[in-house]
């Protein structure tokens, strides 16, 4: 039996994926989106880095023991090749009705592997002030 | 004329050439490390996102102003394929005899273009406390 699953999809796909996975504090289903690699980094805001599963599972874990985290990726910017991908986005989390005086930016990176695009990278950082909005370019705006 | 210059070397020879542009303050040398992409990101430590070439030009412009930054990547942990390699490094700084109570990460992200490996992504933040010591596995030790 192979150590880890078959996932299908596109890294779009993993990084849903994954922001699901933290919803639901579902840890397994989260450590299963990353490659199997011991040289994947977790970066949490703020925080020391962490390297390999042990590691990363085992933070996750004390965060996701408290319930879920409910974050939405925005903003993307993304560059990649065949057989990588490379997102940037802004981590937006509820603030209620308060204007938040920090804003949350992550750095996902996804390698296409024998099982599928997988996660080795997640890199968070906090910056100061809201987060700046980016003029949305749409093909519906130009009707 | 081509718009870059072909750049030979591996992701580790880029990354040095990037940590020795700082150290001299080249802004031309440092800018042509980069992909040509307008999706290429930079985040400073505790700073605001920047994406594309002239955003992070400018920054950069500005922080080499007042002379070159001196900094070690130290600690490489690095996860690759044939046409990526993802970087997670403690970057160093000289803090003369004091111990700093900070220490930053950098995820510096390179993928083989047409012109030769160029970086993609540069994501440097704060962590609290010294860079953790990892033990260094050495073949030297082994005799």
Excluded: F
């Excluded at 933070?59 to 409910?70: F, N, Q, R, Y």
């Excluded at 990726?73 to 308060?98: C, F, K, W, Y």
């Excluded at 909005?133 to 093909?139: K, M």
């Amino acid at each position: 039996m192979p150590r880890t699953t078959l996932i299908h999809g596109s890294p779009d796909d993993i990084e849903a994926a994954y922001y699901d996975a933290l919803a639901r504090a579902d840890l397994d289903a989260l450590m299963a989106l990353w490659a199997e690699d011991e040289e994947i980094v977790c970066i949490h805001p703020g925080a020391q880095r962490l390297v390999g599963h042990a590691e990363i599972r085992a933070v996750w874990e004390d965060i996701l023991s408290s319930g879920g985290l409910h974050i939405r990726p925005r903003q993307l910017h993304a560059t990649q090749n065949m057989m990588t991908s490379v997102h940037s986005i802004i981590e937006e989390i509820d603030h209620g009705n308060e204007q938040p005086d920090v804003h949350v930016i992550a750095t996902n990176v996804y390698l296409k592997t024998a099982m599928g695009w997988r996660m080795v990278m997640h890199h968070a950082s906090v910056a100061p002030g809201a987060a700046p909005v980016e003029a949305v370019v749409s093909g519906a705006m130009l009707h």
